[in-house]
């Protein structure tokens, strides 16, 4: 099941800016002998496998479900997504700050830094597209929420990682290159190696924010509110319902969602209505969200519905 390029422009976009300026750090580092763009290699070669692994857990998320996971497959892209976030504090950050400091212990002499600046430029280029293209894409996507907002109510941990990744780079090359600049300015190499620990600081941070990012989702977490209530709104103005208790959802991926819903009936109502009715608040339900790929309506009591919320502790 292949994965449409124009779908992840962002991945595929920032897999590549990222492939072809590694290449050019590892080369300015090997030349001048720079920790802080040693250091950018490595933060780039970390980016490109971390894109790789967001599209493997794209590709296997798409697989349709079966009788070992009766709702698919959609969650595994939020396990990838964990595992990127530990990629970047175990690998990116690890080595920036070991790099630093061992740099700082036994400084290198100092060469010409213009490979560097050109290098830290074409970067700053190349990361500055892709991150245009991951701000335009998340952008579109956000509504009227706040940036913040929406990255935690975000659901596709694909676009703001690329977002949270490229905003790195792009702050660890500033301070790459204010580095390179102030060893040759104070003829003191161990400031570079001061900028590669920051650098590393900056990864620390950021992979901590996407694993707390991702773990909610990979735990497990409700639809939107909104979603919530059109859910609600649809079942309560069917003239046959007296209240409804409670509605729980899931995302079992970014664009599925199962939603357990609890109903209170009219007791005047059959067994063969009722089932009639269930069937054409599905169709609703799914017509209204089409994220709704599992739909469970559970007639249920008020009072025994608050029982059970009573005990469970759980907000209808």
Avoid: C
Wanted: glycine content about 10%; overall charge negative; hydrophobic content about 50%.
């Amino acid at each position: 099941m292949g994965l449409n390029i124009k779908d992840n422009i962002v991945l595929y976009g920032a897999l590549a800016a990222n492939l072809g300026i590694g290449v050019a750090k590892f080369v300015a580092a090997g030349i001048t002998g720079s920790s802080s763009m040693l250091t950018e290699g490595v933060h780039s070669v970390v980016d490109s496998f971390n894109q790789v692994l967001l599209l493997y857990g794209q590709r296997s998320a798409k697989r349709p479900a079966d009788e070992a996971h009766p709702f698919g497959y959609g969650r595994e892209l939020y396990f990838w997504a964990f595992v990127v976030a530990i990629l970047i504090f175990a690998i990116g950050a690890g080595i920036s700050v070991y790099e630093g400091w061992r740099h700082i212990q036994q400084p290198e002499p100092l060469s010409s830094p213009t490979i560097n600046y050109v290098v830290l430029g074409i970067s700053f280029l190349l990361e500055g597209s892709s991150w245009t293209l991951a701000v335009r894409e998340f952008s579109a996507g956000k509504g009227e929420d706040g940036w913040w907002r929406a990255i935690r109510r975000s659901k596709d941990p694909a676009g703001f990682i690329v977002l949270f990744e490229d905003s790195a780079a792009l702050a660890g090359l500033i301070i790459a290159g204010i580095g390179i600049w102030a060893s040759h300015a104070f003829n003191d190499p161990r400031i570079d190696g001061v900028a590669s620990i920051l650098i590393g600081l900056i990864l620390g941070l950021v992979a901590i924010l996407l694993a707390r990012e991702s773990k909610g989702l990979l735990i497990g977490e409700r639809a939107d509110p909104v979603v919530i209530e059109t859910i609600r709104g649809i079942v309560a103005a069917h003239p046959a319902i007296v209240s409804v208790n409670h509605v729980r959802t899931i995302h079992t991926a970014p664009d599925s969602i199962f939603a357990a819903i609890s109903a209170d009936f009219e007791d005047a109502i059959t067994m063969g209505e009722g089932e009639t009715m269930i069937e054409q608040m599905e169709t609703q339900l799914r017509a209204a969200v089409p994220m709704l790929a599992s739909i469970y309506i559970r007639p249920e009591k008020r009072a025994d519905a608050i029982l059970v919320i009573d005990h469970a502790t759980v907000d209808p």
